[in-house]
């Protein structure tokens, strides 16, 4: 079974759930992968996260609930998992901008949120380039920051933490880069649950990898043993880094019979290139075999 396939299974019994209890586990099964990798995965393919995506439609069910039927609204709130008139109150206000009181005396309307159906998009046909590689464990080590998600533009965190590696800092790093990829990268990981909504933050380190012994002030990130997916990505930046990310969550993943797995997603860049427009640069994710 393909995870697209799988995702829709899962849609499907959430659906049929929603007023009840939803784990992310029994939907992860359904979909045949890990939980981590059902919730990365719903996020990129519709572009919000999961717990948001049931809360839209709780609400838009509540709608037609208010309308039809003689429920009260306390009623309504208790079915669609609250537990009080004012805490659904204030979330249906949120979202419709409208009183629910108002929508059942047929003196408001609503735009409410239709179901997802997932389904594979590919565009102009265009190869994507990239390699299985096979690492043991190892450490980034370099200069650590938590920094707010953001999808375009420059991260003035980001840059801020670019400029502590000093030429002195950036030498020294490189001497302890002893595998692969080979020298100064940038790794993210730990993200919040709103990453695909460009909500919350990550930690992010401007470092190296390596397995040497440090002794040295850095910070330090342990990476396990695995299996890592390299995309590259060669073109006008960032334009064409931002693209790249996209289709590996939108084209790549549905259909590979891998998923992501927690770890660092790891940017290379290589240094010599002298048209720093166009520079090739690889996206390193660490995946797992799908097992049906």
């Not at 838009?60 to 109150?89: M, N, P, Q, W």
Request: hydrophobic share 35%; with cysteine; proline share 3%.
């Amino acid at each position: 079974m393909d995870i697209l396939t799988g995702m829709n299974q899962a849609i499907d019994y959430l659906e049929d759930h929603l007023t009840e209890e939803i784990e992310t586990k029994e939907l992860a099964q359904l979909a045949h992968c890990s939980e981590y990798h059902f919730k990365r995965m719903f996020s990129s393919l519709t572009g919000i996260p999961l717990s948001e995506y049931i809360r839209r439609r709780r609400l838009s069910l509540a709608v037609y609930d208010l309308k039809e039927t003689d429920l009260k609204i306390i009623d309504v709130a208790v079915k669609y998992g609250y537990r009080s008139a004012d805490a659904f109150t204030r979330a249906f206000y949120a979202m419709h901008q409208v009183l629910p009181s108002h929508v059942q005396r047929g003196e408001a309307s609503v735009v409410t949120y239709s179901r997802l159906t997932l389904h594979l998009k590919i565009e102009g046909g265009i190869s994507m380039k990239y390699r299985l590689v096979e690492k043991d464990s190892f450490n980034i080590v370099g200069l650590k920051k938590r920094v707010a998600i953001q999808f375009e533009g420059v991260n003035e965190e980001i840059e801020k933490l670019a400029q502590r590696i000093t030429p002195e800092v950036a030498d020294e790093l490189i001497e302890l880069s002893n595998v692969d990829p080979k020298g100064i990268i940038n790794a993210s990981t730990h993200f919040s649950e709103g990453r695909m909504e460009e909500q919350g933050e990550l930690d992010h380190y401007i470092g190296v990898a390596t397995t040497l012994d440090t002794h040295h002030s850095f910070d330090e990130l342990n990476v396990n043993a695995g299996t890592w997916a390299v995309f590259e990505s060669t073109g006008p930046q960032p334009e064409t880094l931002q693209n790249t990310w996209g289709r590996i969550y939108s084209e790549w993943f549905p259909t590979s019979g891998y998923e992501a797995v927690e770890g660092p997603e790891i940017l290379w860049s290589d240094q010599q290139e002298t048209d720093q427009t166009e520079y090739k640069t690889e996206i390193w994710i660490p995946v797992k075999k799908v097992i049906d």
